[in-house]
């Protein structure tokens, strides 16, 4: 079974991630951080691509310590496990995902990934190996839902969301809309990759709830899983 997936993203008022450059952009506020925060916390794992990681090289630990001890209280790590999709293995050894803060991490490669690197990576991290030339995404979460990881929060980046928009493995979609305007036709968006081809594959949103929040407005969508693929 797989886990149940949310995904959530800041974006500009155009629909922009980052900059064209990568450089991450603080476009929410305490408030929306805070949010964030709780979903991290009530999340078995928290996944980002290794674009993420390489442009914002954070730990996604937990920030509230109330937070943290509420989990230790439940039995639980203080920080949900890291996963981090990877295909090649470049995942830097330094990388603070793997060094800062409690918990397990996860790093999924392909085959194609440089055999030196994850050899070096599994002395960091529990190294799977899911996919002949990309992470087999669909097999990942199969193979962590029989870990009994019920809960995966994502994080980003564009490539990766939408690689799971493709493959139907998105079950919500948080998107805090900030007050300002990025722009560039190569700045990365909430869904990247190479997009669907036809109407009829477009991923169909359900409205849940929007509210204002620090200037923007958060909304909150669920999923309307395709028929042509197992939820």
Same mark, same amino acid.
């Given at each position: 079974?797989?886990?149940?997936?949310?995904?959530?993203?800041?974006?500009?008022?155009?629909?922009?991630?980052?900059?064209?450059?990568?450089?991450?952009?603080?476009?929410?506020?305490?408030?929306? !951080? +805070? !949010?964030?925060?709780?979903?991290?916390?009530?999340?078995?794992?928290?996944? $980002?691509?290794?674009?993420?990681?390489?442009?914002?090289? &954070? &730990?996604?630990?937990?920030? &509230?310590?109330?937070? *943290?001890?509420?989990?230790?209280?439940?039995?639980?790590?203080?920080?949900?496990?890291?996963?981090?999709?990877?295909?090649?293995? *470049?995942?830097?050894?330094? +990388?603070?995902?793997?060094?800062?803060?409690?918990?397990? *991490? #996860?790093?999924?490669?392909?085959?194609? +990934?440089?055999?030196?690197?994850?050899?070096?990576?599994?002395?960091?991290?529990?190294?799977?190996? $899911? @996919?002949? =030339?990309?992470?087999?995404?669909?097999?990942?979460?199969?193979?962590?839902?029989? *870990?009994? #990881?019920?809960?995966?929060?994502?994080?980003?980046?564009?490539?990766?969301?939408?690689?799971?928009? !493709?493959?139907?493995?998105?079950?919500?979609?948080?998107?805090?809309? @900030?007050?300002?305007? %990025?722009?560039?036709?190569?700045?990365?968006?909430? &869904?990247?990759? =190479?997009?669907?081809?036809?109407?009829?594959?477009?991923?169909?949103?359900?409205? $849940?709830?929007?509210?204002?929040?620090?200037?923007?407005?958060? %909304?909150?969508?669920? $999923?309307?899983?395709?028929?042509?693929? +197992?939820?």
């Amino acid at each position: 079974m797989h886990p149940f997936v949310l995904v959530n993203v800041a974006m500009s008022a155009d629909g922009k991630i980052s900059t064209h450059e990568r450089r991450q952009v603080r476009i929410s506020g305490t408030g929306d !951080r +805070a !949010r964030v925060d709780r979903l991290k916390a009530e999340s078995d794992a928290i996944m $980002v691509g290794i674009g993420t990681v390489l442009a914002d090289n &954070s &730990s996604l630990n937990i920030k &509230s310590e109330e937070l *943290r001890r509420q989990r230790r209280d439940a039995g639980k790590e203080e920080n949900p496990i890291r996963i981090v999709v990877d295909s090649r293995g *470049r995942t830097p050894r330094d +990388a603070d995902i793997l060094h800062k803060g409690k918990g397990e *991490r #996860i790093i999924a490669v392909s085959k194609m +990934a440089d055999p030196e690197r994850v050899h070096a990576l599994r002395n960091l991290a529990d190294v799977m190996i $899911v @996919g002949e =030339t990309e992470v087999d995404l669909a097999l990942l979460f199969e193979l962590l839902g029989k *870990r009994d #990881i019920r809960r995966v929060m994502v994080e980003g980046g564009g490539q990766l969301i939408g690689a799971l928009f !493709r493959e139907n493995l998105v079950d919500e979609l948080y998107t805090y809309v @900030g007050n300002l305007v %990025i722009g560039g036709e190569k700045s990365p968006t909430l &869904s990247d990759g =190479t997009g669907f081809l036809r109407e009829e594959e477009f991923t169909r949103l359900s409205l $849940v709830e929007i509210a204002p929040m620090d200037g923007g407005v958060l %909304i909150h969508w669920k $999923v309307e899983k395709k028929d042509n693929q +197992a939820c």
